[in-house]
């Protein structure tokens, strides 16, 4: 599976902004997806995870309630809808899929995105 991801950007803190993951190669709906961010100097951590279908989902405590991921696998895309952003947000975002289960450890997956950066100011 090849992830593209996009939408990454700078706004200020209590912005909005939506990632999105475009996959090819595989069967989309094959694969649980997840989304991860790396802070400067930090280590990658689990944002958020969705199940094949899309309908399960699961998030990080430092983002439940603020982000929403959703999937639409006819058209092999799985978005990142990021709401009241956070200086503390600010991070490379990367999509990962994993065959048939998500997980939230990154060790888990199977293919990486190459990451999009965002910068919330405060």
């Known amino acids: 599976v090849q992830l593209q991801a996009s939408g990454g950007g700078l706004v200020q803190a209590g912005a909005s902004l939506r990632l999105s993951c475009l996959a090819s190669g595989r069967t989309f709906s094959n694969y649980g997806m997840g989304w991860f961010r790396q802070a400067p100097g930090k280590e990658r951590e689990f944002v958020g995870a969705?199940?094949?279908?899309?309908?399960?989902?699961n998030y990080a405590d430092s983002v439940k309630g603020r982000f929403t991921i959703s999937r639409d696998n006819a058209k092999n895309t799985v978005t990142l809808q990021m709401n009241s952003l956070k200086p503390e947000d600010t991070a490379v975002y990367y999509c990962a899929a994993r065959f048939w289960f998500r997980t939230d450890t990154p060790n888990n997956y199977d293919y990486w995105g190459q990451g999009t950066l965002v910068t919330v100011s405060s």
């Open positions: 969705i199940s094949r279908t899309g309908g399960s989902t």
